[in-house]
């Protein structure tokens, strides 16, 4: 209810300080629209700690392009490095060597796993939870990473309700496999009892009345 009266607050707010705007066939919206992914809220303060961590070489936006290509599996191909250097911003001779650089440099720091396949050592790449990588770098005091980010990080988080750096993360939540998993059918026990035979009626023989036996005739 709450956020129904947010919503409806913010849309007379809008309407008031645009009056010109056509909303519905100006604006994108994930329920009208298609082609789109979830990111985390803190996605562009995420994207500014790993340019930090890159200095010389940003790889913040080829970040993104991988989150962009992913689903709740968390799994790009990199069958297409043409493709994917130049929608992560690279054009040029160089494009697809400077974007390879990226993705190494991406593995290295932890913030995906790479696997070998038919395109060579960058076919296959896994996005890891970029709170957790990020959580162990603090830990480890791992040069490159502002301290103020990181407190603007957990501020954040905090804000949004995100759980992710917290010490009982995902202490109680159930398995993947097990939360997206539709329950198996039941499939009842065969009976152990024994089937009792019917009782044998005997057919009830229709009745014949008697007859009368007749009188002889008097002689």
Not at 151 to 165: K, P, S, V, W
């Amino acid at each position: 209810m709450a956020a129904l009266k947010y919503s409806k607050r913010i849309r007379e707010q809008r309407a008031k300080l645009w009056p010109d705007v056509d909303f519905k066939k100006q604006l994108w919206h994930r329920k009208r629209n298609d082609g789109f992914t979830t990111i985390p809220r803190t996605m562009a303060l995420i994207i500014s700690i790993i340019d930090d961590l890159t200095k010389g070489g940003p790889a913040g936006k080829t970040y993104f392009e991988l989150w962009c290509r992913s689903f709740d599996e968390m799994y790009v191909s990199l069958s297409k490095p043409k493709e994917l250097a130049f929608c992560s911003g690279f054009i040029g001779q160089r494009a697809e060597r400077t974007w390879a650089e990226k993705i190494r440099k991406l593995a290295e720091l932890g913030f995906i796993k790479l696997q070998s396949g038919q395109s060579g050592p960058l076919s296959h790449a896994l996005i890891m939870n970029p709170y957790l990588v990020i959580k162990k770098m603090h830990e480890e005091g791992q040069p490159g990473l502002s301290k103020e980010k990181y407190r603007g990080l957990q501020d954040r988080a905090h804000e949004i309700a995100a759980t992710d750096l917290d010490d009982d993360y995902l202490e109680d939540d159930e398995d993947e496999e097990t939360a997206t998993a539709p329950p198996a059918p039941t499939v009842p026990e065969p009976s152990l009892k024994k089937a009792v035979p019917k009782k044998a009626v005997a057919k009830k023989l229709p009745i014949r009345p008697l007859r009368a036996a007749k009188k002889k005739d008097a002689a």
